[in-house]
T-cell receptor, first 111, second 116 residues
């Protein structure tokens, strides 16, 4: 059964820092990996989707990488801002259109 | 833009009550999902549906049932609510048929259910 682990569970940084969030998965036979953002008490918003044929995907200050062979993905956030404070979750396919999620990294960016 | 709506943001019910959580999507998606989210446990899949009147159990279906009478609406039913079903419930949908490498899930805002 696919398992997804995210490290660290929580992260606190001052505004302006570059940071990396980590995601690892046990079964490398995936066709994509997604990163989501969740604000407190809200639903999830898709940030980036990396197909298995890609190694990176970028959106603004966010860059996600995927290394299927090692079962790892990273989400890089450049020049962090207080508005980036949220929980970030990664997810991989686990069956018929279903996803397995990590437990998330709670990020706090202080002014 | 895809929109997924859930009938209530906050709900308070008593033990033993029958509870209905409604989810509606407006993009003609075939696949719909119900998750619950708990601190320390993350998101766990309760049920999903890949077509009208079709349903599949997820990882934690016990104590829940679902209904999909129309393509755009997917309901989660707690037949007899219990305190351990206090949680955040999230609905999601994806475009239809066999999953592709570009499919993402679109989430609703969530329903915070408290069972007293």
């Amino acid at each position: 059964k696919q398992e997804v682990t995210q490290i660290p569970a929580a992260l606190s940084v001052p505004e302006g820092e570059n940071l990396v969030l980590n995601c690892s998965f046990t079964d490398s036979a995936i066709y994509n990996l997604q990163w989501f953002r969740q604000d407190p008490g809200k639903g999830l918003t898709s940030l980036l989707l990396i197909q298995s044929s890609q190694r990176e995907q970028t959106s603004g200050r966010l860059n996600a990488s995927l290394d299927k062979s090692s079962g790892r993905s990273t989400l890089y956030i450049a020049a962090s801002q207080p508005g980036d404070s949220a929980t970030y979750l990664c997810a991989v396919p686990s069956g018929y259109s279903t996803l397995t999620f990590g437990k998330g990294t709670m990020l706090l960016v202080s002014p | 833009d895809v929109k997924v709506t859930q009938s209530s943001r906050y709900l308070v019910k008593r033990t033993g009550e029958k509870v209905f959580l409604e989810c509606v999507q407006d993009m003609d998606h075939e696949n719909m999902f119900w998750y619950r989210q708990d601190p320390g446990l993350g998101l766990r899949l309760i049920y999903f549906s890949y077509d009208v009147k079709m349903k599949e159990k997820g990882d934690i279906p016990e104590g829940y049932s679902v209904s999909r009478e129309k393509k755009e609406r997917f309901s989660l039913i707690l037949e007899s609510a219990s305190t351990n079903q206090t949680s955040m419930y999230l609905c999601a949908s994806t475009p239809g048929g066999v999953a592709t490498s570009t499919d993402t899930q679109y989430f609703g805002p969530g329903t915070r259910l408290t069972v007293l």
